[in-house]
């Protein structure tokens, strides 16, 4: 063990036991996936996977550039144009994900640990919530597989025709994945992509790449041709660009912060790749009166500090009518006062460490913002310990909707409750950022609950409920929180593009 201890208590951090280690003691995970083969980059370059528990170096991933991409690119259109994946119809597909699923599940624990061991979220969170929601994943789109088609279309020409429609496959596709959710948002891009016949070039975080890395393994085992899912590790400045910029990808699914996005598009306009966006967020959690407020409490702890508030939908902003105020923040500080961050290996842990020292110190100079802005701050608020990158769950009160921490993404523990008078102050607060991810809405009147959901623009909306996911429904965002649907059959359309035939019949 290694122990940190402040004036917020000690944390005791386990060492990873790391399992497969290479000789100079790291994990073995570290080659890239380019058609089939396991290689370093082609320069020979490296970067730290780092543990956030400890901040110690546990792997050394290679760092792919401009000559990696290139082959990983030109891998992914051979296997789209020819070879054994294009002779897999539908139904095989099915089955190819449908295995892969099965070999994650056999190997859940494995791909949980290396989760955790690189992201610093509780194990618990890694083996319970993100392993299953990817497995089913997988299975979801397994079912769709085989049942991707287009329709038949009367005209109405003065002639005999026969008119169709064929959903066909985008072709190569670019993925670039976050680093809070790396083995489900992996997922829910490459299942659907595989799904409708494509091809994938898929980019992890740099901070994430292990357990990425480690379902190519299980995608090969599971019986995957080669070239048809390439997995290359580095940074976004020049391994991300590189993929956006190729002139030989269709089509760029990313997930991350809006500025980023931005540049992304402005990239792919170039070649006028197919681009689906989901960017930031600053979701609105909104409490009326009449609501179980002693659940609702409890439901917004979960809706802020799950995976250290390090979620694009995380409710960060905590709307409650003011009648309801006294009775809410009671709960909620109280409850907030008593979680503690504890060892991410520890199973018993449901709050770990954030990503990385840049990130934790990005948390903590919003902290700093808006007690300089005027936010109460009721608890929380400070670093835990000096080794990793721990901060404690955060409550700010008596927030202003204009303040900083209540406009831009924190991506941490820190909430921000704004009180509200009335059901059209509610939704003008709620619609008033630049986002619009996700909102919850807590009411007991049933005509209330539906009213709201259609006055606030957000993807996602819950009701007595927050950050409930399933993989049939689709997920996606309203202004600078990008555009696309993933999840459900709607990012089918992400995936596809509709051929239109028309046979003179005369």
């Known amino acids: 063990m290694s122990e940190t201890a402040t004036s917020n208590g000690t944390i005791a951090v386990a060492k990873p036991q790391l399992n497969q280690l290479n000789s100079d003691g790291h994990l073995r995970y570290g080659k890239m996936l380019i058609d089939g083969e396991w290689v370093e980059a082609a320069d020979g370059k490296t970067f730290d996977a780092i543990y956030p528990g400890t901040g110690e170096t546990i792997a050394k991933v290679a760092s792919a550039g401009k000559e990696d991409v290139d082959r990983a690119v030109a891998a992914a259109r051979r296997a789209f144009e020819g070879g054994d994946y294009k002779k897999m119809n539908g139904a095989d597909r099915g089955k190819l994900l449908w295995k892969i699923a099965d070999l994650m599940e056999q190997n859940i624990d494995e791909l949980a640990e290396l989760e955790t061991l690189n992201n ?28 991707v088609s287009g329709q038949t279309i009367e005209t109405d020409m003065n002639m005999r025709a026969l008119a169709y429609t064929l959903r066909e496959p985008v072709g190569v596709c670019g993925q670039i994945i976050p680093w809070n959710f790396p083995i489900q948002m992996a997922t829910w891009k490459i299942a659907p992509a ?15 790449s292990l357990s990425i890395l480690r379902l190519g393994e299980l995608m090969q085992e599971a019986g995957m041709p080669a070239g048809v899912v390439n997995i290359i590790t580095g940074d976004g400045p020049t391994t991300g660009a590189a993929l956006v910029a190729h002139p030989d990808v269709d089509k760029i699914a990313f997930t991350g912060s809006v500025e980023v996005g931005k540049l992304i598009m402005r990239t792919a ?33 979960s809706g802020i500090f799950f995976n250290q508030g390090q979620m694009c939908t995380a409710g960060s902003r905590i709307l409650i009518e003011e009648a309801a105020r006294e009775e809410f923040m009671e709960v909620l500080a109280g409850r907030a006062a008593k979680m503690v961050v504890g060892d991410p290996l520890d199973p018993k842990t449901r709050m770990g460490s954030l990503i990385n020292e840049e990130q934790m110190n990005r948390v903590l100079g919003y902290i700093q913002k808006g007690t300089d802005e005027g936010a109460n701050l ?4 400070e670093r835990v310990g000096e080794n990793g990158y721990f901060v404690t769950p955060t409550v700010f009160d008596r927030v202003k909707n204009e303040m900083t921490i209540a406009q831009e993404e924190i991506f941490g523990p820190v909430a921000s409750v704004i009180t509200f008078s009335d059901i059209e102050e509610a939704a003008a607060i709620a619609n008033g950022t630049r986002f619009g991810l996700a909102a919850g809405v807590w009411t007991n009147d049933l005509k209330k609950a ?57």
């Open 269 to 301: 306009a170039d070649s006028l790749k197919k681009v689906t966006l989901e960017l930031g967020g600053k979701s609105p959690n909104i409490i009326f009166a009449d609501a179980n407020i002693e659940f609702a409490a409890k439901v917004a702890l």
């Open 194 to 208: 595989l799904a409708c016949g494509n091809t994938v070039v898929i980019k992890p975080a740099e901070q994430t």
């Open 450 to 506: 539906h009213l709201f959901a259609q006055k606030v623009k957000a993807g996602t909306v819950w009701v007595n409920t927050y950050n409930m996911t399933d993989n049939a429904l689709p997920f996606g965002g309203y202004k600078d929180s990008g555009f696309g649907r993933e999840l459900g059959q709607a990012s089918l359309d992400a995936y596809t593009q509709i051929k239109t035939v028309l046979v003179d019949l005369n």
């Open 378 to 381: 009721l608890v929380g608020g």
């Open 120 to 147: 610093g979220k509780p194990l618990l969170e890694s083996r319970r919530v993100d392993l299953p929601q990817s497995i089913n994943c997988f299975r979801y789109f397994a079912g769709w597989a085989g049942k």
